[in-house]
């Protein structure tokens, strides 16, 4: 039998966002075409050692979670509660909302989008030891207590200072005892606290907090900026993990799009073939020599329906485009959009009703407008795809792959082989 306690998380998401200033609540607006809610409940829904999740939404707005909560599959979800006035209010009905029997309960600023699933872990495993837990990181700003009359009074011993994060966890038993207290004292709504850690220091001083490191991507979006912030942060590349490259071992690999066998594409395209085959995949390279143009859609999609199903497709990166646009020949254009965005919209199309695995769109080394325009448009038709295609199973990623063949094919099969989805990779950084 299971003897590991159930861990609860909750996300608090009863605020009104008046800093950011919209006219709903922060946590329903879009970032890296998500909403910021759906990105905390899919971290909670996808981590392991989560059995439930119970939502504290703004009064009003209880049922934009619910249809969130259906179309996503968010199978964890066992609740969906009005918030409350304030955030302590808001966790005081969540422990309403939760039953008698003791758990551990992970209180999560909803807000906070971009948690990473090692703090889950590191919390729950700390739980096993404490009854309370938070998440804090180091100031790098020296702090300092201002005076009523704005000037310096003291400076803090900033090797001390922590920045308080979320999920705050507790022991349910031990939340609910720090609430009980809070709420039966009157001094508390006159000086309430700004975190779960904090009503608990106050009422249960003896019952010590532990720390688990938390992360500098972990932010609240709080303020207007705080938006562009997340997007950015969302778009930072994952590291991509060396995985077991025998894993190829059978998988049947599409390359395509490869140009002339001496052109830059052509070597991009050998180097990862031969790879690929010293690992024992099956690759099948449909040339352009051979008919196979990534600018003509039935020529793809014939040509992959000759091969029938593939575990990865690859888009290898033809030669970039430079130079002024303002100089660049109409055929010039045309060629760049073609094997570039185009190339990249037909061959997902095409491969989509035989892939098993993944795609990967590899882009070339270039610059200027007709190799950045380019560059831009695959990297969005990647998160896209990756969120389109992440019910059906099906990942993918875009590979910058910098100037070295060897260097984009061994980065290129890392990818295939790993859990990577929606990520845009710069193999000049990761790969090298
Ligand atoms: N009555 C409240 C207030 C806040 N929160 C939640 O607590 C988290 C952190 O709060 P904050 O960033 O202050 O959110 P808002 O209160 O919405 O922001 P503002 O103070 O600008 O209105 C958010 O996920 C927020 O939705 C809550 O559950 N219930
Ligand atoms: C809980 C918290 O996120 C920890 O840093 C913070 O205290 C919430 O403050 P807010 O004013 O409710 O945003």
Redesign the pocket.
Known sequence: MDSRLRSVGV??????????GRDT???LIEVAGRTI?EHSLAVFEAAPEIDEIVV???PGYADRVREIVARGGYRKVSKVVD?????T???WRALAALGAEECNVLL?????PLLEPRIITECVRALEIHEAVNVAIPSSDTVLVATPEESIGEVLDRSRLRRSQ?PQCFRLSVIREAYERAMADPGFAGLPATDDCGVVLRYLPEVPIHLVQGSERNI????PADLHIAELLFRLPAPVPPGDRAALAGQVIVLLGEAEPAGEAGRHGSELAREAARHGAVVHVLTRAGGVRVEDFGSVAKALDDVGGADHVVLVAGGGHAGDLARASGETVADAVGTGHLGALNVARAARPHLRGSLLLQVPPGSGALHESGAAAVAGLTRALAREWASGGIRVNCLNTGASPVVAAQTSLDILISDLSGQVIDARVDGT
């Open positions: 996300l608090l998401a009863g605020g009104v966002g008046q800093r950011v609540p922060k946590q809610i504290l939404m703004t918030g409350g006035s304030s955030r209010e808001s966790t999560h600023d909803a807000v906070r979320t609240k979006v709080t303020h």
